[in-house]
């Protein structure tokens, strides 16, 4: 079974920068896609940036130029870079998987980014 475990979230002030990590149980590599989605409360869980095989990476337009997706194949781990966060960035962030297709069908727990001053 896929497991994915998430880390790196806090609580940072405005203007700030955070890097989220997700460590995979298996070759990050046998992913067709990998990606983190957020959700705020009282709304719709949202993807963030997805990066495929390829590693072609796609954004939301919100945080385009802030964030970057990125992975290590040495170690398993999908990263994401957020930087200029902003009040509305706070969320719990979902890293996800699919293994053979862009459809994501392994998530992790979560990992509460919290912006605030």
């Known amino acids: 079974q896929v497991q994915l475990v998430e880390s790196g979230g806090g609580l940072v002030q405005p203007g700030g920068s955070l890097r989220l990590s997700c460590a995979a149980s298996?070759?990050?590599?046998?992913?067709?896609?990998m990606g983190w989605h957020r959700q705020a409360p009282g709304k719709q869980r949202e993807l963030v940036a997805r990066?495929?095989?390829?590693?072609?990476?796609n954004y939301a337009e919100l945080v385009k130029g802030r964030f970057t997706i990125s992975r290590d194949s040495a170690n398993n781990t999908l990263y994401l870079q957020m930087t200029s966060l902003n009040p509305e960035d706070t969320a719990v962030y979902y890293c996800a998987a699919g293994l053979r297709s862009v459809a994501f069908e392994y998530w992790g727990q979560g990992t509460q980014v919290t912006v605030s001053s």
């Open positions: 990066i495929l095989r390829s590693g072609s990476t």
């Open positions: 298996r070759r990050i590599f046998s992913f067709a896609a």
